[in-house]
T-cell receptor
Framework: DAKTTQPDSMESTEGETVHLPCSHA???????IYWYRQVPLQGPEYVTH???QNTTNSMAFLAIASDRKSSTLILPHVSLRDAAVYHC????????????FGEGTKLTVSS | AQTIHQWPVAEIKAVGSPLSLGCTIK??????LYWYWQATGGTLQQLFY??????VESVVQLNLSASRPKDDQFILSTEKLLLSHSGFYLC?????????????FGSGTRLTVL
């Protein structure tokens, strides 16, 4: 699986819009970009995923670069509940999932 | 709605004792099932996965074994615990298919081996 690179940490304030970057320069054509988030002693929570087009759901907006070598997870109006480690992961199309988690970005939200 | 239940929530066990952790998924038939492990302060590692009853594939051994006795149940076990088995164990399910598979995780079991 191709590797992703994320900043170790980011800080924000409640109400702000947060942009979490992810670099995946060696992504292959059949790899999806997945985002999960995890708080201590809880299981990872699915946030969103995409292949080529930008996607949006109730949690976040995923912006994917036209060359697919980078993506940005955009969290609008963050609250304290959005504080977590955010993981950007590449997943092959088809077959059994092999989610490989790295260190992710630790997002801190202050009031 | 689908629910995933893991048991127990937490365990404190002695080195050399046996272990059995369980996971049940309700509301989905024939899911793919996964076991993950996270050492304290470490990253999540996939241990096992199963796409059907009776079939389990090992990804990382760690002197553990897994079984899928029923479509909705996944068991992680060992006969002799090691100190290195301490950590956070997570079960997850997905539906597989032609496209990328989204995994949904349980709330985990915290294991302390003394």
């Amino acid at each position: 699986d191709a590797k992703t690179t994320q900043p170790d940490s980011m800080e924000s304030t409640e109400g702000e819009t947060v942009h979490l970057p992810c670099s995946h320069a060696t992504i292959s054509g059949n790899e999806y970009i997945y985002w999960y988030r995890q708080v201590p002693l809880q299981g990872p929570e699915y946030v969103t995923h995409g292949l080529q087009q930008n996607t949006t759901n109730s949690m976040a907006f995923l912006a994917i670069a036209s060359d697919r070598k980078s993506s940005t997870l955009i969290l609008p109006h963050v609250s304290l509940r959005d504080a977590a480690v955010y993981h950007c992961i590449l997943m092959n199309q088809g077959g059994s999932a092999k989610l490989i988690f790295g260190e992710g970005t630790k997002l801190t939200v202050s009031s | 709605a689908q629910t995933i239940h893991q048991w127990p929530v937490a365990e404190i066990k002695a080195v050399g004792s046996p272990l059995s952790l369980g996971c049940t998924i309700k509301g989905k038939s024939s899911p793919n099932l996964y076991w993950y492990w996270q050492a304290t302060g470490g990253t999540l590692q996939q241990l096992f996965y199963s796409i059907t009853v009776g079939q389990v594939e090992s990804v990382v051994q760690l002197n553990l074994s897994a079984s899928r006795p029923k479509d909705d149940q996944f068991i992680l076990s060992t006969e002799k615990l090691l100190l290195s088995h301490s950590g956070f164990y997570l079960c997850a399910w997905g539906l597989g298919g032609r496209f990328a598979e989204t995994l949904y995780f349980g709330s985990g079991t915290r294991l302390t081996v003394l």
